[in-house]
């Protein structure tokens, strides 16, 4: 089963803890801190692989996790890393942050990577916070913890021609034809659920032609698509990054015209750009004499509407050699070829208005303070720790996060919560 659209679930690694330790040599008999770091989390990245052309991978396993951080030990030794997992994706993968429908990477180069869930910082051991007035330290951070969202990938295949049309107009038996592929075919409509992929090799034509497209077999369309109908949204998000459009009509169908205008309506309705596309349309079903008679009519309308036309039976082969010279007269040249066709490998960076300032928010919960720092700050503190809970509080006071919460109307015995730190506001002090 060809899957192309899959949600997943994915956790990086928290940073280990900090030591709080000292030195306990003999012939120091009053050593200060030597506290060591905790070792970062593993981050989780989306990794193009070129070899794959599905999203089969993640059909039963949707969670994945990245290992946290070593703790921190005596004598400054820091905690191992975490090691990052790769997540191995098609090229033509759409990402997107699964809450806010927000585009995370659009990947379709060899190699090319995003990470889409980061590892959290080590917590610093207590060696860093000796001053000449507290030398013996019993403060050390938490790891931070590791980011964790819920991402929806998308394939979009990068194919260079996608045949399209109406159910039935062909098109397995077309790819059948001018490539290796054997999708399934059959003499009704939707026999085609899913994008089946060949290869031409345009070598076999001309020898010094070494040019191999990549061709899709693109599941019917039928009115209404571009709302949804039928494979609908399935179907039209293939449509997008083929170089060549080959628009396959049954010359022997009831209304040939009427299905060729329906789907150049659905592609214009989902995206005017693919009318702009390079399109050759495919009349096929010449061994039935009714297309036989039909051709010249048809033929005299589209080139009417300035559309090169190629007269085919996929069943017999009449056409086939034809048809290779028109879609070889379309495509690019080799070095052309051999890149994306669509300007994408976009990975989005958002700048954040809460990532060094802060802003407080009351709802249902209580009192929200929102901040990438102040948040990682509270979520590497030890609050069992009397000096970690006092270093806290000066730290609300110094960025004026307390005086912000006061002016909110905060009131003893109400909840304030930063990041996944949930307190208890007591006046000026916290519990």
Do not use: C
């Not at 997540?87 to 180069?109: N, R």
């Not at 017999?316 to 070829?337: C, K, N, R």
């Amino acid at each position: 089963m060809f899957l192309d659209n899959v949600s997943l679930t994915v956790t990086a690694g928290s940073g280990g803890d900090g030591a709080a330790t000292f030195r306990r040599e003999a012939h120091v008999p009053q050593g200060g801190p030597d506290g060591g770091d905790g070792g970062r989390g593993g981050s989780v990245y989306l990794v193009v692989d070129a070899g794959l052309t599905t999203l089969g991978d993640y059909r039963f396993k949707h969670h994945f996790r990245a290992p946290g951080g070593g703790r921190g030990e005596r004598s400054r030794r820091h905690g191992k890393a975490g090691r990052d997992i790769e997540l191995s994706v098609p090229p033509g993968t759409v990402a997107f942050a699964d809450a806010s429908d927000d585009l995370l990477a659009d990947l379709v180069a060899k190699g090319q990577r995003v990470m889409v869930a980061r590892g959290g910082r080590g917590g610093l051991g207590n060696v860093h916070f000796a001053t000449s007035t507290h030398r013996t330290p019993r403060h050390a951070q938490k790891g931070e913890p590791g980011q964790e969202q819920r991402i929806r990938l998308e394939l979009r295949l990068i194919a260079d021609i996608g045949l399209i049309g109406a159910p039935n107009a062909g098109k397995s038996t077309l790819l059948a034809a001018l490539t290796a592929a054997h999708p399934a075919i059959a003499g009704y409509p939707f026999t085609t659920l899913e994008p089946n992929l060949g290869v031409l090799d345009l070598a076999a034509r001309d020898p010094d032609d070494h040019r191999r497209a990549t061709i899709a077999d693109l599941p019917g369309l039928i009115e209404g698509a571009s709302s949804g109908a039928g494979l609908g949204h399935a179907f039209l998000r293939h449509v997008e990054r083929t170089r060549v459009l080959g628009h396959v009509v049954d010359l022997a169908g009831r209304d040939p015209a009427d299905d060729f205008a329906v789907i150049r309506e659905e592609l214009r309705l989902h995206d005017e750009r693919l009318l702009a596309k390079p399109t050759l349309v495919i009349v096929n079903k010449l061994d039935i004499a009714e297309a036989a008679e039909r051709l010249p009519g048809f033929r005299s309308a589209m080139e009417h509407e300035g559309l090169a036309i190629v007269a085919v039976s996929g069943r017999s082969g009449v056409g086939i050699d034809d048809l290779i010279e028109a879609l070889a007269q379309l495509l690019p040249d080799a070095s052309v070829l051999a890149a994306p066709g669509e300007p994408a490998g976009v990975v989005v960076h958002r700048w954040e208005p809460t990532d060094e300032g802060f802003a407080v928010r009351r709802d249902k919960a209580g009192y929200r303070v929102l901040g990438r720092r102040i948040e990682r700050i509270a979520s590497q503190t030890d609050f069992t720790n009397e000096e970690s809970a006092e270093r806290f509080q000066r730290d609300l006071a110094r960025l004026g996060i307390e005086r912000e919460l006061v002016r909110a109307g905060v009131a003893p015995g109400d909840t304030v919560l930063i990041g996944r730190v949930e307190l208890e506001w007591d006046g000026p002090a916290w519990g």
